[in-house]
């Protein structure tokens, strides 16, 4: 048969050409991550590489050849560059589902970004005063917005490479034993005890809003703070069980719209209720110098230590679909721009406000022991029930998101073992023993919760310095350019921030007698 005899659809056979994704792998969850379809992209006047592929270039082409350069332009411009893939990612919490979007990246971010933290805003203030402590948040607010954009520009900085979590890209700049040292001890550390603490406060959360709600009639043999520890334990193991990130998007979603409420309700409340008579904004001094210099320190890690999340960036990034013509930063930073303009919203009203209305009389405990100890008679029982009620909810989602890394950590271990993906009973043994393991802990260290400027020093090379290195690594910008100097600055004063308030912070600890606190149980 001659070739004109043929027909058109024996000439040419293409076979489907795969995507570059995660392979479609049934995983215990029962969910897969297929890429969903791409639009049709709109036309650029930037060249690419299938440019040439013009309708004016194909049109005296006969339709088979037609149909051919066809299929190769739209497989060029999805895959875009050739992504080498790890199948073991399929198997993992992280990456198990990649059909995360912008409203999700939100979700994430803002759960993440806004907690328990805030609440202790007011008491950094009563030691910076109102103009360092404004000044103070402006700048750690603008530095890691910067840094938070630096990490998701990182996230696809290599071509054919997807950094999905924030050890990978540490080990991408730093080498790869140096990156582990570097990076895993702040990330796990943050990621556990933010779980820890976040046991301590939702236990002791819980047992006010019982108080507050049941009132005089209260059995005579309550719960004790263990015990609502371990009510409150029971409940975030129960929510962990769901499989994988993009899966926990609805609960982020209640602890992104909880958090806005019962922080917006704090300063409120504060705010709409007279003032203590003895109030005064003058900064809190201490007996003697050093122990105020110290003081101050701690207060400026507190501050630090309210921006937390960046640990969890390249996670998030991590459940987006990327292609050539749709990379995964675009949708992730628009989701983190709202999210982090919420933050905003919520961090310097409680900072402000709550300083406003207790002055230098704040308490350690922070906006809640404040709303308590001045408000609990003047302000309606059903309005502080449910505020308590909100920290609550809030304090269970973000328990899930930040306790994900960790899983994530165990069900690598096992898989990179055994070679094939975990068992729903294997990955339920994990969580269940994961969550009693913090709750351990926190009984056994019940003042972690009021480390918050030791956290905030330990932590903050992950927020604040560490982006900067890895611009300067992998992006490597001119030599004694303004983008080098700018990153290197930022970079090495986030390490001696770092280390300036964690000495504060032990100062502060030491100071205030919470080594007597470890020998004495919680009631």
């Known amino acids: 048969m001659n070739m004109e005899e043929r027909p058109e659809t024996e000439l040419i056979s293409i076979p489907a050409t795969p995507r570059a994704s995660t392979p479609e792998i049934l995983t215990p969850s029962g969910q897969r991550s297929p890429r969903p379809a791409s639009k049709e992209a709109k036309s650029s006047t930037a060249w ?52 995360g979007n912008a409203h999700y990246a939100a979700f994430h971010n803002l759960n993440a970004g806004v907690g328990f933290q805030a609440l202790l805003l007011p008491v950094a203030f009563a030691f910076l005063g109102w103009s360092w402590g404004i000044l103070s948040l402006t700048i750690a607010y603008c530095w890691q917005l910067y840094t938070l954009w630096v990490l998701v520009q990182l996230h696809e900085a290599v071509p054919g490479k997807r950094y999905n979590r924030y050890v990978e890209l540490a080990q991408a700049a730093f080498g790869e034993r140096l990156g582990v040292w570097l ?10 005890g933010t779980a820890t603490a976040l046991i301590l406060i939702g236990g002791e959360t819980m047992k006010m809003f019982f108080q507050i709600v049941c009132g005089p009639l209260c059995t005579s043999n309550p719960l004790t703070t263990v015990e609502w520890y371990l009510v409150f334990t029971s409940l975030c193991i129960v929510l962990s069980q769901l499989p994988n990130l993009n899966s926990i998007a609805g609960l982020s979603l209640i602890g992104a719209v909880t958090a806005i409420t019962y922080s917006t309700m704090v300063w409120v409340l504060s705010v709409s209720q007279q003032r203590p008579p003895p109030i005064s904004y003058e900064p809190l001094q201490l007996p003697s110098s050093p122990a105020t210099a110290f003081s101050i320190l701690n207060a400026l890690g507190i501050i630090a230590f309210a921006f937390r999340g960046h640990n969890l960036a390249m996670e998030i990034q991590a459940t987006m679909p990327s292609t050539f013509k749709h990379p995964a930063h675009v949708p992730m930073w628009r989701g983190a721009k709202v999210a982090y303009v919420f933050i905003a919203m919520c961090l310097f009203p409680v900072a402000i406000g709550g300083f406003w209305a207790y002055g230098n009389l704040m308490p350690s405990g922070g906006m809640l022991s404040a709303l308590f100890a001045f408000h609990s008679h003047d302000i309606p029982r059903g ?3 449910l505020t308590f009620l909100l920290v609550v909810f809030n304090c269970l989602s973000s328990f899930q998101i930040y306790s994900m890394p960790v899983f994530d950590s165990f069900e690598a271990s096992y898989t990179s073992r055994t070679n094939r993906p975990c068992s729903i009973w294997v990955r339920s043994g994990f969580r269940v023993f994961y969550g009693f393991i913090s709750f351990f802990i926190g009984v056994a260290l019940p003042f ?42 930022l970079g090495w004063l986030g390490i001696i921030f770092s280390l300036a308030f964690s000495i504060g912070g032990i100062y502060s600890m030491v100071n205030n007698g919470l080594k007597l606190k470890f020998f004495k149980p919680p009631n």
Request: charged share 10%; aromatic share 14%; with cysteine.
């Open 448 to 489: 972690l919760s009021s480390l918050a400027g030791l956290l905030g020093g330990i932590t903050l090379p992950v927020t604040f310095a560490y982006p900067c290195f890895m611009w300067v690594l992998i992006k490597k910008p001119p030599k004694y350019s303004f983008n080098w100097y700018f990153n290197w600055i």
């Open 183 to 192: 990076a895993l001890f702040p990330t796990v550390y943050l990621s556990a």
């Open 383 to 385: 309005l502080l029930a």
């Open 48 to 99: 690419t590489p299938t440019s040439f592929i013009s309708p004016r270039f194909l049109s005296p082409i006969g339709t088979p050849m037609k149909r051919v350069l066809i299929n190769m332009k739209g497989y060029l411009e999805e895959v875009g560059h050739l992504t080498k893939l790890n199948p073991q990612d399929a198997w993992l919490p992280i990456t198990e589902s990649r059909n």
